[in-house]
């Protein structure tokens, strides 16, 4: 049998080995695996060799390749144009499937609109705290006042640490409540049910305590869990370093399926 090794070896990573034959479906986080954190969530770039990897991987894995966010999907596909994916935004509070269709979470609104409204006023008197606003969530940023993470938490924790129908997720130097009870396990189970993911084994890389729960419903399903990262905590089985090394996984990933489909062997 012809056998790809689609993974780097010999480096500090540890990663899997995939065959072209194995059909993976591939999940990816977006800040801090697919892009670099800035200092304003709107200010992250996505390198050309990256978009450009998505969109290899898209056309040789039948269009099993999504990315799994907190962000919504407008800013992804701003971030990801002209590559369009399917996409779990908001944590799987919203979903773009392959067809394009968007399935949504039901969502206190009004609940949720109190909150920003107070959080607004909050970061008034907190320069260097950003409020984010996003469909069926907010998230509290403060990357500029690494000070403020207590008073941050203790503010989050309060406002909507009992509210029923509300998750508090923390990552890095950002606290977010969202309404809607998912997360995004079930944003990668709901993928793989569904064409072109069904059937497929699932690989899912992300670098954040949100993605522990896409690790856990990955490893339940056989697939392989590649954390990003200093790695300590994580129920993912591989890692990678950094997004640079993400960024090299997958421009090799890209390479060997090609290769596959076009019959010849990749030297290295
Ligand atoms: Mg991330």
Redesign the pocket.
Do not use: E, N, Q, R
């Given at each position: 049998m012809r056998y790809h090794r689609l993974m780097l070896e010999g480096s500090q990573s540890k990663l899997p080995a995939i065959r072209a034959e194995d059909g993976i479906a591939l999940f990816l986080?977006?800040?801090?695996?697919l892009v670099d954190f800035a200092s304003h969530p709107d200010d992250v770039v996505l390198l050309e060799r990256t978009r450009k990897s998505l969109q290899r991987l898209h056309e040789r894995l039948g269009g099993a390749v999504a990315i799994i966010?907190?962000r919504d999907i407008e800013t992804v596909d701003r971030i990801t144009a002209p590559v369009h994916l399917p996409i779990a935004g908001v944590h799987g509070l919203m979903r773009r499937d392959a067809n394009g269709q968007v399935h949504h979470m039901a969502v206190d609104d009004e609940a949720l609109e109190r909150i920003r409204a107070q959080l607004d006023v909050w970061s008034k008197d907190h320069p260097g705290v950003l409020v984010e606003r996003k469909p069926g969530a907010v998230a509290l940023h403060y990357r500029k006042r690494p000070d403020l993470e207590d008073a941050c938490a203790h503010l989050m924790d309060e406002m909507g640490g009992g509210l029923e129908g509300f998750l508090l997720l923390r990552?890095?130097s950002v606290i977010e409540l969202r309404g809607g009870g998912t997360d995004k396990g079930q944003a990668i189970k709901a993928f793989i049910s569904e064409e072109p993911f069904a059937g497929r084994k699932p690989v899912f890389a992300?670098?954040?305590v949100?993605?522990e729960d896409g690790f856990r419903a990955v490893n339940e399903l056989g697939g392989v869990s590649i954390h990003?990262g200093e790695s300590a905590g994580t129920v993912a089985a591989y890692r990678l370093d950094d997004v640079d090394q993400v960024r090299g996984w997958l421009a090799d990933v890209a390479e060997h399926l090609e290769a596959a489909a076009a019959g010849t062997e990749v030297r290295r």
């Open positions: 986080d977006l800040d801090g695996t966010t907190g990552g890095k992300g670098d954040d949100t993605d990003v």
